[in-house]
């Protein structure tokens, strides 16, 4: 059975971005997929200080250990796809998420070919950019974008006021069954070759 880890990056456990996230989990088990809504908690995360012990080490791990960093890393190895919901917060997703999902992926995370897609949530403005903000990194490590009938996005502001967006609703369970539906699509072939040798090149050298 394939596994999708859905993140919850809102310091509020049960808030909005938790009602989208459930609504997504929920189409995604009627599809008869298994899911885990994994909560960053209110604890300090570390952001990304480049030390590249990570890389150094070839672990698949942080170096700090202080956080929930590591324990996401190992969930997102375990799983087939990723969700990543956050709130909005002056334009943009909350510092702690974007720091975790950073590390996890510079880490080493396994996610080559996992579908992969981004949750966001406000009150008002700002979504579009969030949203943008918390998918980017999935098109530089090869995720394949999981896209809905909209953008990935929900409205509310008070405990579970996003439920009465309906068209937000709609669109995570969209967004499950597109994801449903990308997941068999890639548990049937195999991946996509990749070139071995990385032509990195910098504009100023």
Do not use: H
Request: hydrophobic share 40%.
């Amino acid at each position: 059975m394939a596994k999708v880890l859905l993140i919850n990056g809102s310091p509020r456990k049960q808030g909005n971005t938790f009602c989208a996230l459930s609504e997504v989990a929920k189409a995604l088990n009627e599809k008869g997929i298994e899911t885990e809504i994994a909560w960053i908690g209110t604890k300090p995360v570390r952001g990304c200080i480049a030390c590249g012990t990570c890389k150094e080490k070839g672990n698949g791990k942080c170096v700090f250990t202080d956080d929930i960093c590591n324990e996401i890393i190992d969930k997102i190895n375990a799983a087939d796809g990723l969700v990543v919901g956050a709130p909005v917060y002056y334009g943009v997703p909350p510092g702690q998420t974007i720091a975790l999902i950073q590390r996890a992926l510079f880490a080493g995370a396994q996610v080559a070919n996992k579908p992969a897609a981004a949750v966001a949530v406000c009150r008002r403005g700002g979504s579009s950019a969030a949203f943008q903000t918390l998918q980017m990194p999935f098109q530089m490590v090869n995720m394949p974008l999981v896209t809905s009938q909209y953008w990935n996005i929900a409205f509310g502001m008070n405990p579970e006021e996003a439920k009465q967006d309906t068209e937000g609703m709609q669109t995570m369970r969209q967004l499950a069954r597109n994801m449903a539906w990308l997941l068999r699509g890639i548990q049937s072939q195999p991946a996509p070759e990749v070139e071995q040798q990385w032509q990195g090149m910098n504009f100023i050298r």
